[in-house]
């Protein structure tokens, strides 16, 4: 069995190749080509944590995978990441235990980040004057740095409630070429911005309907299990075009949950990520929609990522 460490795992990353990757697993999960049972939810509230385990196989595949990863926010407090994880990969013949991927939580991140810019691939209006970045932890700083392969902005807004931790992440983006504007306003950021991406495990929304402008496009990619929400109802339900990576999980405890168990949106298209790209068509009509992706994370990604890594180590 193979036992790789953080180091080989992202010595070995490739983003073109899991980006495509990614895209095949979509298409396979929309298709129902992907054996991948429900997720598996831990909440600990005494110390600010969760945790998800899941699993997928894609039929035919040599490989299944399961995955753990674990974010606890308090962590950075204690000089500690506030995710971990690792991912283990099997023997669809055998059951052999074939991987051990000890990540530290980056193969999470990293193709929950390449999954945003996929969404930006498909939404994103041709006139962005900024983007928006909600949040300014891994994934935020992540999630820029994969819109800086699709989208020649480099005007961005940062959104976050601890003033060290936006001053830290616009040191960092701006030695990444960006030119950065913080605020603890996000009515603020929305104003600027048209393209937002959306990275916090907040438990209340941030973001408003009344806060958005025509024309923008948002990425929401903190809802990720049961309490989470980062955006109101009523702005959910003002969206044009709804993409999901899987509608039933969304509609469980992704960022729609709340508005489609509300029925605010029996009038909105919702459209799978894999459906879409399957298709070869934008989900924007024109620049003037609103338009939202909701990215919960499924297992064919952890699946796809662990397939590009192992392809080349």
Not at 132 to 153: D, E, F, H, T, W
Request: charged share 20%; hydrophobic share 45%.
């Amino acid at each position: 069995m193979k036992i790789l460490n953080k180091r080989q795992i992202l010595d070995a990353f490739d983003a073109d190749a899991v980006t495509l990757l990614l895209k095949q697993g979509f298409i396979a999960y929309s298709q129902q080509q992907v054996q991948q049972p429900p997720v598996q939810h831990f909440l600990f509230e005494q110390a600010a944590g969760d945790c998800c385990i899941k699993s997928a196989w894609l039929e035919g595949d040599e490989q299944f995978v399961v995955k753990v990863s674990s974010g606890f926010y308090r962590n950075p407090t204690q000089g500690l990441a506030s995710n971990q994880g690792l991912m283990m990969a099997f023997s669809a013949q055998t059951g052999e235990p074939q991987a051990l991927l000890l990540d530290e939580g980056w193969l999470t991140a990293l193709r929950t980040a390449l999954a945003g810019r996929i969404a930006a691939e498909l939404c994103a209006p041709a006139d962005i004057p900024a983007i928006g970045i909600v949040g300014c932890g891994m994934q935020a700083q992540l999630q820029l740095q994969q819109l800086k392969n699709q989208i020649s902005c480099r005007e961005v807004w940062v959104w976050g409630r601890n003033e060290l931790a936006l001053d830290t992440f616009r040191r960092q983006a701006e030695a990444e070429g960006f030119r950065v504007q913080t605020t603890q306003d996000a009515a603020e950021l929305a104003r600027h911005c048209r393209l937002i991406v959306t990275t916090t495990p907040s438990r209340e929304p941030i973001l408003r309907a009344a806060d958005i402008q025509p024309g923008t496009h948002i990425t929401a990619v903190g809802a990720d299990a049961h309490g989470k929400q980062e955006l109101t109802a009523d702005l959910v339900a003002r969206a044009d075009v709804l993409l999901v990576d899987a509608l039933a999980q969304c509609a469980d405890y992704g960022e729609i949950a709340t508005a489609y168990r509300q029925g605010l949106l029996k009038s909105t298209p919702l459209v799978e990520l894999g459906t879409a790209l399957a298709r070869g068509i934008k989900v924007r009509n024109d620049d003037q929609q609103i338009t939202l992706a909701d990215l919960t994370g499924l297992a064919i990604q952890d699946v796809q990522i662990v397939k590009g890594i192992l392809a080349r180590v």
